[in-house]
């Protein structure tokens, strides 16, 4: 063999050398793209699930640490999400780690609005769950807060409720008409006949009562008509000067009439000589039901002891302010947010309209009203409201001071 003939051969099997070395750097580098593919469509998912515009977690199968946890989710939750991504699910704050703990043993995968209360307050979520692979087997959850959704439904359906009333309340109105028109005629009968004082004053009381009736049928219907519209002191028909202290008065003898207010002692500390301007039925109405709410918190299965429900006012130039006060069992918070709704009780045989009314006399009367509970921090009892109405001059028989727009509160 010569000098070429082994070069070539040398040559040749270099040759063969380079190209098997180059398809395994060609297989190594195809593994490398692939790996990195991967990485980078792993990155991805998780970029997609962080941003998700709904509320995403992950659960470790085995361990139960959190896995994932989303902007959504911290929005909603208020944990960050490296105070808990690897943390044990029973380490996440409350509520939210007995509402996924629960949904977790669920064998069911979906949970539509499941309603869980969040600060006191009643939430309702639909929740998901599915397996998914994220740092080994886990548990990813979904949370959709349809809290804002079952509010406006609620509304709605309160407005249907409100129309089939008012339609009700006017078929009523005119049937009730006629025996209440009976029964007042009988009484100015009943008083022309007799000369007994007493039974003239009974019989007044009863025509009072029917006009009364007649018109809180009214209202009803007026309420029903115009929803939650507000209307204001130049829309009173029946707008005069109005003595505070007369129509409380007024109600809280309604109220004595009562058995069941046998126990109860109420205190008018009213100041005489202060008036507003409106329509006394309506305000008698409205003193009438928050004295009874009263009278119904301060009740206790102990007859023999006396609660006291007080009313009492205070005034400026432009406002008469009246406090009525009680020591019951107070008004929990999450109640006094909704205790002027529509159709809303805690009683139960209660109608939900008492309050509601309350309000939409006051509002007509371009007023307020408040509420305070508990007024003692440590039993946690008593109720007061605040009911703030514009004051009016007093009529001129009425007024005999230097001063007429003082009163006695003002000037202590």
Same mark, same amino acid.
């Given at each position: 063999?010569?000098?070429?003939?082994?070069?070539?051969?040398?040559?040749?099997?270099?040759?063969?050398?380079?190209?098997?070395?180059?398809?395994?750097?060609?297989?190594?580098?195809?593994?490398?793209?692939?790996?990195?593919?991967?990485?980078?469509?792993?990155?991805?998912?998780?970029?997609?699930?962080?941003?998700?515009?709904?509320?995403?977690?992950?659960?470790?199968?085995?361990?139960?640490?959190?896995?994932?946890?989303?902007?959504?989710?911290?929005?909603?939750?208020?944990?960050?999400?490296?105070?808990?991504?690897?943390?044990?699910?029973?380490?996440?704050?409350?509520?939210?780690?007995?509402?996924?703990?629960?949904?977790?043993?669920?064998?069911?995968?979906?949970?539509?609005?499941?309603?869980?209360?969040?600060?006191?307050?009643?939430?309702?979520?639909?929740?998901?769950?599915?397996?998914?692979?994220?740092?080994?087997?886990?548990?990813?959850?979904?949370?959709?807060?349809?809290?804002?959704?079952?509010?406006?439904?609620?509304?709605?359906?309160?407005?249907?409720?409100?129309?089939?009333?008012?339609?009700?309340?006017?078929?009523?109105?005119?049937?009730?008409?006629?025996?209440?028109?009976?029964?007042?005629?009988?009484?100015?009968?009943?008083?022309?006949?007799?000369?007994?004082?007493?039974?003239?004053?009974?019989?007044?009381?009863?025509?009072?009562?029917?006009?009364?009736?007649?018109?809180?049928?009214?209202?009803?219907?007026?309420?029903?008509?115009?929803?939650?519209?507000?209307?204001?002191?130049?829309?009173?028909?029946?707008?005069?000067?109005?003595?505070?202290?007369?129509?409380?008065?007024?109600?809280?003898?309604?109220?004595?009439?009562?058995?069941?207010?046998?126990?109860?002692?109420?205190?008018?500390?009213? @100041? /005489? +000589?202060?008036?507003? !301007?409106? #329509?006394?039925? $309506?305000?008698?109405? =409205?003193?009438?039901?928050? &004295?009874? %709410? @009263? /009278? +119904?918190?301060?009740? !206790?299965? #102990?007859?023999? $002891?006396?609660?006291? =429900?007080?009313?009492?006012? &205070?005034? %400026?130039?432009?406002?008469?302010?009246?406090?009525?006060?009680?020591?019951?069992?107070?008004?929990?918070?999450?109640?006094?947010?909704?205790?002027?709704?529509?159709?809303?009780?805690?009683?139960?045989?209660?109608?939900?309209?008492?309050?509601?009314?309350?309000?939409?006399?006051?509002?007509?009367?371009?007023?307020?009203?408040?509420?305070?509970?508990?007024?003692?921090?440590?039993?946690?009892?008593?109720?007061?409201?605040?009911?703030?109405?514009?004051?009016?001059?007093?009529?001129?028989?009425?007024?005999?001071?230097?001063?007429?727009?003082?009163?006695?509160?003002?000037?202590?």
């Amino acid at each position: 063999m010569t000098t070429d003939d082994r070069q070539s051969h040398s040559l040749r099997r270099l040759r063969d050398c380079i190209e098997s070395n180059l398809s395994r750097l060609a297989v190594y580098c195809g593994r490398l793209t692939t790996a990195s593919s991967e990485r980078s469509l792993r990155r991805y998912q998780r970029d997609i699930l962080n941003t998700l515009p709904m509320a995403a977690c992950a659960i470790h199968s085995i361990s139960h640490e959190v896995m994932l946890w989303n902007q959504t989710m911290t929005e909603l939750t208020g944990i960050a999400a490296s105070d808990a991504i690897g943390r044990p699910l029973s380490t996440i704050a409350a509520p939210w780690n007995k509402i996924l703990g629960d949904f977790l043993q669920r064998p069911e995968q979906h949970l539509n609005r499941h309603m869980v209360e969040v600060a006191e307050t009643a939430h309702y979520f639909s929740l998901h769950k599915a397996s998914i692979q994220i740092g080994g087997n886990s548990q990813f959850i979904l949370l959709e807060d349809q809290t804002e959704t079952r509010l406006l439904e609620e509304q709605l359906f309160h407005s249907e409720r409100l129309a089939s009333i008012g339609q009700l309340a006017a078929s009523v109105a005119h049937e009730i008409g006629n025996p209440i028109m009976g029964i007042e005629m009988l009484a100015r009968e009943l008083s022309s006949c007799v000369t007994d004082p007493q039974i003239r004053n009974h019989a007044r009381q009863i025509r009072e009562q029917t006009d009364r009736v007649s018109r809180i049928v009214q209202s009803l219907v007026s309420y029903a008509r115009a929803g939650s519209s507000l209307q204001r002191q130049d829309h009173l028909p029946n707008a005069e000067p109005v003595q505070i202290h007369t129509i409380i008065q007024e109600a809280i003898t309604l109220l004595e009439l009562s058995h069941k207010n046998s126990n109860i002692v109420f205190r008018n500390s009213c @100041a /005489a +000589d202060l008036f507003v !301007s409106g #329509d006394g039925q $309506k305000l008698q109405q =409205v003193f009438t039901n928050l &004295l009874k %709410n @009263a /009278a +119904d918190a301060s009740e !206790s299965d #102990d007859h023999t $002891k006396t609660s006291v =429900v007080c009313v009492r006012t &205070l005034a %400026n130039r432009h406002t008469v302010t009246v406090y009525v006060e009680d020591q019951g069992h107070g008004i929990p918070g999450p109640v006094q947010e909704k205790m002027f709704d529509p159709f809303f009780t805690t009683k139960e045989a209660g109608t939900g309209l008492g309050l509601a009314l309350t309000w939409n006399i006051i509002e007509e009367h371009a007023g307020t009203i408040n509420v305070v509970s508990p007024l003692n921090p440590t039993t946690h009892r008593g109720t007061r409201f605040i009911i703030s109405l514009p004051r009016c001059e007093m009529p001129a028989i009425a007024s005999d001071t230097t001063t007429p727009w003082l009163t006695q509160e003002e000037t202590a």
